[in-house]
């Protein structure tokens, strides 16, 4: 089992920049797909970005591609989300999520930390 603890989030202007963390703790860190959701105000959570567990394949959400850069740190079992050039309709609440399917589907992420809100507003 994985216990995760996202931090980071906070407000930020448009056109600005934050980076997530994930904190995992539990076994094998680095067998799991890790990914990042979100959840707009009165929205349905969605799928923003994932990676395997050795890096090598990295997909995202049409909206952030280009703006959002996923990554990980399996030394310290830690996975990042970069966020660039912030927009107002990327602020919601920001999950991490771990599976051991590579997908978009929520349904199939078994373990989820409890979220970060991020506001991008001026």
């Known amino acids: 089992q994985l216990q995760l603890v996202e931090s980071g989030g906070g407000l930020v202007q448009p056109g600005g920049s934050l980076r997530l963390s994930c904190a995992a703790s539990?076994?094998?860190?680095?067998?799991?797909?890790m990914g990042w959701f979100r959840q707009p105000p009165g929205k349905e959570r969605e799928f923003v970005a994932a990676?395997?567990?050795?890096?090598?394949?990295?997909f995202y959400a049409d909206s952030v591609k280009g703006r959002f850069t996923i990554s990980r740190d399996n030394a310290k079992n830690t996975v990042y989300l970069q966020m660039n050039s912030l927009k107002s309709e990327d602020t919601a609440v920001y999950y991490c999520?771990?599976?051991?399917?590579?997908?978009?589907?929520?349904?199939?992420?078994?373990?989820w930390g409890q979220g970060t809100q991020v506001t991008v507003s001026s």
């Open positions: 539990g076994r094998a860190f680095s067998s799991y797909i």
């Open positions: 990676q395997s567990g050795s890096g090598v394949t990295t």
């Open positions: 999520a771990a599976t051991r399917i590579v997908t978009r589907t929520t349904t199939a992420y078994n373990y």
